[in-house]
């Protein structure tokens, strides 16, 4: 079928002066600014765009702005000849005042998620985001209380499953990473868990339950994000988890998912951003009176530390983790944060003496963090990349090669983005040592699960 010329369109960039290429440049320049890194588009898109076809969100709205500020008066992709437009670029960035408003937000995130939309896609992380979240998180009361009255009683048994297929997703993840199993997760979120939080009929106690539930799966589907290194994405899912925390009245997995988020800047290189994050969570653990908690916000805050060379708040940190781990009673506190252990807490502490430059204090703690749960196999491969490279550091070629080679035999089998990055960060740090044969062998078969960019 031929399409209709886009008269609308035409009849703008004449009246405007845009030149194809000037146009096509603004709005590549304007999504950047919007933190939309991944627009292409070329002289070509607009001639296409003019003779009828419809581009996808966001070049609706950018375009719109872009007409607005040239021709001095307001334009909407309607005059513009172009539907979309509706949905905003900063979707789930915003941590919202109201239970209701808050479902809303976060119901047209999964569901643009899944949707693929490439607003999402092409996404950055934005400290001010983030920042203002954790501030919200800490500051604002819930507005309203979280309860529907619609046409499908909620009740225990939807809550159980919510919780049970989030534990299954949970665990396929560790197994195989996220680029496995994301897009079912979000679907689910998307065809189950929508429905129940917009349609259902519920009071405040089941509405708290139904709203822990869907914190869980929300900030797993931002852990599966983050895991394939889509870092606006991730951000937008925590940001929205934090929310449905804060409609829970959950201060113990608002804390956890504020640790999520601090775990993320420091692998992005915002180990300030880090230590605010690090800190809210802290507060929110102290709270909930969360030993196990308040022991990773610390050993996040010492991570940020090392990342920034600053060993005495390393060492200050380090310490008030070891005080707040040995008060914990694994038995008693909540199964989302069973994961953190001897072995979890000895691999940041790795982490930490790396960044720093200790290597044989690395080494002795990344051993350490071998004794840990086999279930979790991408976080082994982590380990075991974190342990050669400490012996790299070290200069113990034969023992950086050994273990080296047993992470990229668990790198093979899992879909992980974050995976091919310690892949890559291994081959770093072992390229000063190439000249022995052993080394030289390991980073070309480095080369092959982690081509350089």
């Known amino acids: ?119 999402l896609l092409d996404s950055a992380f934005a400290v001010g985001a983030g920042s203002a979240g954790a501030l919200r998180w800490l500051t604002f009361p819930l507005e309203g209380k979280p309860e529907v009255s619609g046409v499908r009683k909620v009740g225990a048994p939807d809550i159980a499953a919510i919780r049970e297929v989030t534990r299954s997703f949970g665990e396929l993840d560790n197994r195989f990473g996220g680029g496995r199993v994301r897009s079912a997760v979000v679907k689910y979120l998307d065809s189950a868990v929508a429905p129940l939080l917009k349609e259902g009929s519920y009071g405040e106690a089941t509405g708290r339950a139904l709203a822990s539930a869907a914190a869980e799966v929300t900030r797993l589907a931002g852990w599966m994000a983050y895991d394939l290194e889509q870092h606006g994405l991730a951000q937008r899912h925590l940001i929205q988890a934090l929310s449905l925390a804060r409609g829970a009245g959950d201060h113990g ?28 969570a802290q507060l929110s653990a102290r709270r909930a009176q969360v030993p196990s908690l308040l022991a990773e916000a ?38 989302w944060i069973r994961y953190f252990d001897e072995a979890y807490l000895a691999a940041k502490y790795a982490h930490c003496f790396r960044d720093l430059g200790d290597g044989p204090q690395a080494v ?16 082994r491969m982590f380990n075991l990349s974190l342990l050669a490279s400490a012996h790299a550091l070290c200069g113990d070629v034969e023992e950086a090669c050994q273990v080296g080679t047993s992470a990229l035999d668990l790198a093979v089998g ?39 960019a």
């Open 414 to 452: 899992l879909q992980s983005v974050r995976t091919r990055s310690y892949v890559a960060d291994l081959r770093k740090r072992l390229e000063p040592l190439s000249r022995e044969p052993a080394v030289a062998v390991l980073v070309r078969r480095s080369r092959e699960l982690a081509p350089a």
């Open 1 to 119: 079928m031929q399409r209709e010329p886009n008269l609308l369109l035409r009849h703008l960039v004449a009246e405007a002066a845009f030149s194809h290429k000037g146009l096509a440049r603004r709005l590549n320049d304007l999504g950047a600014a919007r933190g939309l890194m991944g627009l292409r588009y070329d002289h070509s898109s607009v001639l296409r765009w003019m003779a009828g076809q419809q581009p996808r969100d966001p070049v609706p709205t950018l375009l719109a702005e872009i007409f607005a500020l040239k021709l001095g008066r307001p334009v909407t992709s309607e005059d513009l000849g172009m539907a979309g437009g509706a949905t905003p670029l900063d979707l789930g960035q915003e941590f919202t005042h109201s239970w209701q408003e808050g479902v809303e937000t976060v119901t047209a995130l999964w569901r643009a998620d899944m949707e693929r939309r490439r607003f």
């Open 364 to 379: 002795r703690y990344a051993r350490r963090s071998l004794d840990m749960d086999g279930r979790f196999v991408r976080g």
């Open 253 to 280: 997995f608002g804390g956890e998912i504020l640790a999520g988020m601090a775990h993320q800047a420091i692998y992005i290189g915002q180990p300030r951003h880090a230590l605010d994050l690090a800190r809210a």
């Open 298 to 335: 610390y050993v996040l805050e010492a991570h940020a530390h090392a990342a920034l060379s600053d060993g005495a708040s390393c060492a200050l940190a380090l310490h008030e983790a070891d005080l707040a781990f040995d008060r914990r009673r694994p038995d008693e506190e909540p199964e």
